[in-house]
């Protein structure tokens, strides 16, 4: 079984650029998370979507970050415009309805110039 | 809300050597879940063992084990006959077991640990 699928899982912009990471979850899961994990520190939280819907996104910063699952399978966070401070590791995770157990995607590290 | 501290940056033991990795947490919330996951250099986040709050017994997986202090807020991950493939960064974390925060982890900062032949 395919895990979490993330791409891409290298990318470099210079600041004030758009950037798009892309996320598609385990087959079946209908909760999608994004985390953002900076060096040297644990993930934090982003954006919970349960199906299609944004059950928690009071940890996103709304005025340059944006997600969506349109069709409640894969998502996609943009940034725009990205600042030098975005540079981090954008982590997608998924796990079924009502289990607590998280399964991680391998990242996109992200570098702004 | 939860926090979650690791006081422990790095940790180091010997192969078959015993290594437990300590952590305490804070909620309001009467149940949780708690879990630690380990996160090799290749990044990739992996369950390791979870326990439930509401259970008295400790979480038991192959040779990773739990100590669950419930008055004393504390859940530590004991790793029995360590191999080289336990070095990772570990991380504690924990989630309130419903509610509109249910499944959101809060992470600990993590500890390095390092396995040495």
Redesign the interface.
Known sequence: EA?VVQSPRYKIIEKKQPVAFWCNPISGHN?L?W?LQNL??????LI?YENEEA??DSQLPKDRFSAERLKGVDSTLKIQPAELGDSA?Y?C?S?LEDD????????TRLTVL | AQTVTQSQPEMSVQEAETVTLSCTYDTSESNYYLFWYKQPPSRQMILVIRQEAYKQQNATENRFSVNFQKAAKSFSLKISDSQLGDTAMYFCAGSNAGGTSYGKLTFGQGTILTVHP
């Open positions: 895990g909760t998370y985390y040297g520190q644990g993930p934090e939280l919970r059950v928690d590791v982590l995770a796990s607590n157990e998280q399964f991680f995607g391998p990242g």
